[in-house]
């Protein structure tokens, strides 16, 4: 398993700093310069990028400091029934379609009947989560559930399959520094790379984040942790299966559903993962100061047990089903960065907008950015307006990426509140389908007409130096999808 993917992702030529500035390739199509994308990561917001650029027109190189692919790592999680799950909204779905890949993501994933909103006692408050709703989800832009692994796999072989020589995959690629001035990366063991434009994808401890914001001259932060905690069990299915309908989670195992139980101080969410196994995860918040758990780590079920005692009998019927794993680890949050790109630089995914798990859209948010970047690089754009073609990119994605984050926070108190009127309230808003219109502003969210439509308005203003004018121009664009500015 270590060298398949591997391989299957080593193709292309590499560019390295010897690549002349007066070389750009033009497109045979409709003589579009074509650049070299030099991409930092090769997580879901790096791979993405990737196809997304790549079906642009231009060449990508993408450097992962790592042996193995990230895919590798998981799946090997996997077969140790470690569970890595991950929910795909339309938002998110729509561009995999885009990018060609849904098909293969949907080998895997499972689409969901019905999503509810659950009391931490068991009783069920709503079927607000609108899994199916046919003005929102659609065959094209489906909600699925998956495991990681799968997502970055059919990924992976967008990339191999699709584009085959305009990419190249660089394993233990470690970059060093950043040479923003000459769009120039330098590895740990000595080589270095010229492209066009740099983008960081290297998560949210990423070290591109912080040689950037030294390099425009503002404050670093270290991700911090404000004690969440995720504790995440993988619970085979079979077991509940075979036990028939006796077993209290015999509904969970045999139906495909997303299930939230809503707790003091935490909640539950619950799904299928891999067709056999359920994916149940608890992000809680401690009261007491923890050591940070950098990554899952195997913990004991009865952590886990303590931690939701007096919840439904159905989530602890689920610890006691033979071959379920329990692993804990530490939601770590960034101080949101003033500003993501310089010249032809730009931070991306969890680089730049990292966010707790609490509306299901960090993947999403990461798709999203290369959704606008390929959206705006399928532009003819001229090499001299790279850096303004970023800071369209910026303005189109910071507001956005923004008000997600500060939804997401709000919907962790919405959903950890303590017995009593504010609860009450909440159970009542979500009972008669209040939360519609959230869903509906994330999920019908098309980010790669969003990136075209705002270098269109850029291009208008007839001069890219009048950025007021052409801010105005892109403000149009983002309250015609409805974005709420928070930065």
Known sequence: MGNRLSSLLTIGASRPLEKAEDTIATSSDNQRPVFDVLVIGCGLSGLASVLALAQAGHRVTVFERSEKLQEEIILTLRYFQIGAGIQLAPNATRLLARWRVLDEVMKYADCPQEGSFWSYKGQKISRSLPVKDPGLVTADAPYVVAHRADIL?????????????????????????????????HLVDGESYKGDLILASDGERSKSRAQFLGHVGLQSHPSFSDNDVVYRLAVPTGPIIAAGKSHPAYDLAIRSTVNLWMGPGGHVVEYHMQKDMLNVVLVYHEEEVCKPMIGPQQTELTEFKKKIEGWDTVLHSLLDVEGVVCTKWTLFQIVEPPSWTTGSFALIGDAAHAMLPCLAQGAAQAFEDAGVLGGIFSHPIRQDQIPAALRVFEEVRRPRASEVRYRTLTQKTMIGLPNGEEQEKRDAMLSDGGDYDTWKWLWSYDAAASGREAWSAFTRTGNPEEKDECQREITKTLRADGVCHRV
């Open 153 to 185: 796999r059919a990924l992976a072989s967008g990339v191999a399959h699709d584009l085959a020589g305009t990419i190249e995959v660089k394993l233990s690629a470690d970059v060093e520094t950043i040479d923003f001035e000459k769009c120039e990366i």
